[in-house]
């Protein structure tokens, strides 16, 4: 189903950048997309496991989403307003205050610090540094957290961190759960350091924490762990962030990722699919005590994106007012975990492991490169997937949460023949 005119891909080659990276995977130029489904420009029609890297939770173009983002366009709404206060914001907080934060009687703030997950992250970490007076913060291994300085400082993914060009510091990794198979107690080393005056460790302002490393492989902490991590954060007075940008908005089932460990963060980053359309975004939610911002301290022109208030609201109403959508995703996940253990046990040779929540999961091979084989072969049967690890060895099966049980059977038989096909 790859695209056989040159042509159509010239312009890209010769004038787009080298950095360019998802379109070598899916050598086709698409023209259209509606829930799972992206057609390219020849009429080729592609099931989405992708769901634009998690931002495209409700789909492509969902309708509901859709309707409301015209009618606000067609009267002449708000497009750019800075911080200001305008009719589409109050709509948005006061539905994210009513739907998500007060039924789950959580504590926040709510600060807008720009339009993608890395400026949320940023924000994070500069809030915790201004908080405890420290500048260390503890991130764990295979983590990933943004492109811009700060929030590479705490990735973990080697070829990402040698992109800055500079000595990436006050970082500080330390093991994520399972990280030694299970034969080191949980916060072995973190704790001694942490107690040993001559260790080197500086004392952490806070550790952020993804509860299910997507870019890192599909790595899932229990729910044990981050309660450990949690405790021991309130015990060494640090703060606790979960970068909640790709498994919050109801990706692992509950709107937080957190939910199931029942923890309460200190700080909580979200982007991603909190607008719902895939308009750009980025939540820093934090407790109220540590809103210690000076007035324009932290800004940037764009954390006003009043199109992608319009659909966060439209989005929380529709799909997190009644609490079946994480009914749904659960189902759903359960569906996938099933038919890729099937996939397992038909190519023992393969050596995958399976893991995931809710609707994400990832299919790790033995050999790292059959997962990009697998991937591509994929595309060419008309589904796109991604890798993810440290090596590309884990295939990432990531649709959208609005995907219906028949398309979801329909992309994982595709996946098995992919499989099969590069056996």
């Not at 405790?231 to 908005?249: N, T």
């Not at 929380?316 to 009644?322: G, R």
């Not at 595309?379 to 890798?387: A, M, Q, R, Y």
């Amino acid at each position: 189903m790859t695209t056989n005119n040159p042509r159509a891909l010239s312009v890209f080659e010769s004038l787009e950048s080298e950095v360019r990276s998802y379109c070598r995977g899916w050598p086709t130029v698409f023209d259209r997309a509606q829930g799972a489904r992206l057609t390219d420009e020849d009429g080729h029609s592609y099931l989405d496991f992708f769901a634009g890297a998690g931002s495209l939770n409700y789909g492509h173009n969902n309708p509901v989403l859709k309707r409301a983002l015209i009618d606000y366009i067609e009267r002449d709404g708000i497009t750019h307003g800075l911080d200001m206060a305008t009719t589409a914001k109050r709509a948005f907080l006061e539905t994210f205050e009513n739907v998500i934060l007060r039924p789950r009687d959580l504590p926040y703030k709510v600060m807008f610090p720009g339009p993608t997950g890395t400026n949320a992250v940023e924000s994070a970490l500069k809030l915790a540094r201004k908080v405890k007076g420290r500048e260390s913060v503890v991130s764990f291994t295979n983590a990933f957290h943004g492109m811009s300085l700060g929030s590479l400082a705490v990735t973990g993914n080697a070829f990402k961190r040698a992109g800055a060009g500079i000595p990436l510091v006050h970082g500080t990794p330390m093991p994520f759960d399972n990280y030694f198979d299970g034969q080191v107690p949980d916060f072995l080393w973190f704790e001694r350091l942490l107690e040993d005056q001559g260790s080197g460790l500086n004392k952490p302002a806070a550790v952020i924490v993804e509860t299910v490393q997507g870019e890192g492989g599909i790595n899932v902490a229990r729910a044990e762990w981050l309660r450990a991590l949690q405790e021991l954060c309130h015990r060494q007075d640090m703060l606790l962030i979960v970068d909640d940008i790709q498994m919050g908005c109801g990706r692992t089932g509950g709107f937080f990722s957190f939910e199931e460990a029942g923890i309460v963060p200190d700080i909580v980053t979200l982007s991603k699919s909190i607008s719902g359309y895939g308009l750009p975004m980025s939540l820093c939610l934090f407790k109220g005590e540590l809103d210690v911002w000076e007035p324009g301290e932290h800004n940037g022109t764009f954390r006003g994106n009043n199109p992608a208030f319009v659909t966060a609201a439209a989005t929380l109403d529709a799909y997190w007012a009644d609490g079946q959508m994480e009914k749904q995703t659960l189902a759903r996940g359960e569906q996938v975990e099933q038919a890729l253990l099937a996939i397992g046990e038909e190519h023992p040779e393969a050596g995958t492991q399976i893991r995931g929540r809710g609707l994400v999961w990832g299919m790790k091979f033995a050999d790292p490169a059959r997962a990009t084989t697998v991937c591509g072969r994929a595309f060419e049967l008309g589904l796109l997937v991604e890798t993810s690890g440290p090596e590309s060895e884990v295939v990432k099966v990531l649709p959208p949460l609005t995907v219906s049980s028949a398309e979801l059977d329909e992309g994982l038989q595709v996946l098995a023949k992919a499989v099969r096909d590069t056996a």
